[in-house]
């Protein structure tokens, strides 16, 4: 069964620091896709970021972009020039194919003035 | 588009009793997904329609758990029964056809906080 990993439950950073999210997964499957989704306090889960793993490139979007290890099944989320603003849950994702996304217990990530 | 749309965001009920929770996806999106999630979990998979037909179930969804989507637009998830372990955060999601299927990309609803006394 395939599963996801977050030994991170919280991280902190300093505003317009750079903060790294870790993320492992477990999986058999050659053909896959990963996520970083962001659940602010009392409001909806947004996508912040989406990695096909058959590509090698890594995803950038803005200030996120991620470092996606195949081999070593590891997809860690790099958060530049923090912002207030990004203070949230985060949760690494993963789902073969269209399909249901299997979720990770989520780093709370605080960013301090 | 006003997004995914869950009512109630809250529900209070008494253990043994029946709730429903409604959601509507964003127009248009044929794919609506159902997960729970607990304090200090990420979400997990319940139940998912493309259009009216329910795909598939999660053996976390027993059998007092019961989700419909009659015309392929909102859905429904009643729970029979409540038991204080089913308190919980119940969130909706849908995906759109085409590129947005193929990349499998789940707008998230605020969801239903459920909490059984």
């Known amino acids: 069964a395939q599963t996801v990993t977050q030994s991170q439950p919280e991280m902190s950073v300093q505003e317009a620091e750079t903060v790294t999210l870790s993320c492992t997964y477990d999986t058999s499957e050659s053909d896959y896709y990963l996520f970083w989704y962001k659940q602010p306090p009392s409001r909806q889960m947004i996508l912040v970021i989406r990695q096909e793993a058959y590509k090698q490139q890594n995803a950038t979007e803005n200030r996120f972009s991620v470092n996606f290890q195949k081999a070593a099944k590891s997809f860690s989320l790099k958060i530049s020039d923090s912002q207030l603003g990004d203070a949230a849950m985060y949760f690494c994702a993963y789902s073969a194919n269209t399909d249901k996304l299997i979720f990770g217990t989520g780093t709370r990530l605080q960013v301090f003035p | 588009d006003t997004g995914v749309s869950q009512d109630p965001r809250h529900k209070i009920t008494k253990r043994g009793q029946n709730v429903t929770f409604r959601c509507d996806p964003i127009?248009?999106?044929?794919?609506l997904y159902w997960y729970r999630q607990t304090l200090g979990q990420g979400p997990e998979f319940l139940t998912y329609?493309?259009?009216?037909?329910?795909?598939?179930k999660s053996r976390l969804l027993s059998d007092r758990f019961s989700a419909e989507r009659p015309k392929g637009s909102f859905s429904t998830l009643e729970i029979q029964r409540t038991e204080q372990g089913d308190s919980a955060m119940y969130l909706c999601?849908?995906?759109?056809?085409?590129?947005?299927?193929?990349?499998?990309?789940?707008?998230f609803g605020a969801g239903t906080r459920l909490s059984v006394l």
């Open positions: 999601a849908s995906t759109p056809p085409g590129e947005g299927l193929a990349k499998n990309i789940q707008y």
């Open positions: 329609f493309q259009n009216e037909a329910q795909l598939e």
């Open positions: 127009s248009e999106h044929n794919r």
